[in-house]
């Protein structure tokens, strides 16, 4: 199928959150509609844009641009691009420069850029004065699929990954698939490990169609469109279930397990994305999942060959000097808290049927590691 990239009617999803519902509005060229978009929710209302010097570059002008046709004046505060961003330090200094420009209660902050810009944009906006309202404009494929939707905001700390923040829902999300043209092809790659995820969590046929149209989703028409609301669609409904994650929620972690112990050997570094490392945790948890009976070793193999297709690791290889399995269950059980030898861990019966098991031995998952990285 082929498609052309023009802007159509954007996509409408809606995060059915009570009085904290909002809209996820997607599509190619819906940028420019953000000023008259925020007008019309919050009339008067000023705006402090909170971007990274990278997306700043290829984004900011537009973005003020929609801003200023809306009627409406914005500062702009940038940070470095990177996790390291997301620190103390940036926090205090993104509070003290809201602050600066004078935004008050009833006024917005924006988050234009990717996770990382989304998670401390909305967190501080979750602390200045008490509480500010914001609105994502996600940049990365991650971001658009994943991080700027569901409220979860935070920074890092010495002890771990995002282990400060809150749950502050954004009041509107803009997601513009044009934005992602710019996208280093690696990091939109690595944006796609979580797309499939939500085909393999819950949503087989999702799956099996982005196994046909993959390459239309890379190459940015209306299929591409499609697949991030049909992510998008899945992560609110979970989210709209359960909030807080007391529950299902968890099943966002498919792959995350193992994905967070290989990031977190990798020094969280450029050496291995996010999603790349999710791509790896994901075909682990199929084999292990096979492993343990739960569905045909060919289903386990189905996911990997896709992953691979599109250019994401699924083999150890691919990550160099990893620790022995010893550490790497210190790093898991860091990140997951092992109670009593036993482990929280999201288990698949097959392609779209994702479920949560409480009872995981870690024994059993050790032993697994020792088996894989002999393998390589
Ligand atoms: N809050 C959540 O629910 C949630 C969920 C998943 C991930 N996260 C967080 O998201 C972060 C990762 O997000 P990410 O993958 O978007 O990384 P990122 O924000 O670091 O962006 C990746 C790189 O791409 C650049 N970039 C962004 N948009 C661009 C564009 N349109 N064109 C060119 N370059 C662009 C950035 O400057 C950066 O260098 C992590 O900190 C993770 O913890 C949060
Ligand atoms: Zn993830």
């Known amino acids: 199928m082929t498609v052309p990239l023009r802007a159509r009617d954007p996509i409408v999803v809606d995060v059915a959150l009570g009085e904290r519902s909002y809209d996820i509005v997607i599509g190619r060229g819906t940028l420019p ?16 844009i909170v971007t990274d010097t990278t997306v700043a570059r290829h984004h900011l002008g537009a973005a003020q641009a929609a801003l200023t046709r809306g009627g409406i004046g914005c500062t702009v505060v ?19 420069a809201l602050l600066a420009a004078r935004l008050e209660r009833r006024d917005l902050v924006i988050a234009l850029g990717g996770g990382v810009v989304g998670d401390l944009a909305g967190f501080a906006a979750a602390v200045v004065r008490r509480g500010v309202d914001y609105v994502q404009v996600p940049t990365t494929l991650l971001a658009q699929v994943d991080s700027s939707v ?7 700390s010495a002890h771990g990954k995002n282990l400060i923040g809150a749950f502050h829902q954004p009041i509107l999300v803009v997601a513009d698939t044009a934005l992602l043209d ?13 797309v499939a995820k939500y085909g393999l969590l819950g949503d087989a046929p999702f799956f099996e169609s982005l196994e046909a149209n993959w390459r239309e989703v890379f190459a ?7 697949a991030i609301a049909v992510s998008c669609r899945a992560k609110a409904a979970i ?3 359960d909030e807080r994650e007391t529950g299902d929620r968890a099943l966002l972690n498919l792959g995350h397990t193992f994905g967070h112990a290989f990031e977190a050997a990798a020094g969280f570094s450029g050496r291995l994305l996010h999603g790349e490392a999710i791509s790896l945790g994901m075909v682990l948890a199929f084999a292990f999942s096979a492993r343990r009976g739960l569905l045909p070793q060919v289903e386990a193999d189905r996911v990997a060959r896709h992953l691979a297709a599109v250019g994401l690791p699924t083999h150890l290889s691919a990550i160099a000097e990893l620790p022995d399995a010893d550490r790497l269950m210190d790093l898991i059980a860091q990140d997951k808290k092992v109670q009593r030898g036993a482990l929280t ?8 049927q994702a479920f949560v098991a409480s009872d995981v031995d870690a024994a059993e998952v050790r032993a697994f590691l020792v088996e894989k990285l002999a393998e390589r």
Do not use: M, N, W
């Open 345 to 352: 861990f999201i288990l698949v019966r097959g392609i779209g």
């Open 182 to 194: 710019t996208l280093p092809p690696r990091e939109f790659a690595a944006g796609y490990a979580e």
């Open 239 to 241: 989210v709209a279930r």
């Open 78 to 96: 940038t940070i470095p691009p990177g996790e390291a961003s997301k620190s103390f330090a940036e926090l205090e200094r993104l509070c003290d």
């Open 220 to 226: 940015g028409g209306a299929v591409r469109e499609h």
């Open 33 to 48: 509609s953000l000023g008259q978009r925020i007008a019309a929710l919050r009339p008067g209302a000023r705006v402090a």
């Open 150 to 156: 569901g409220g979860k905001t935070a920074i890092d």
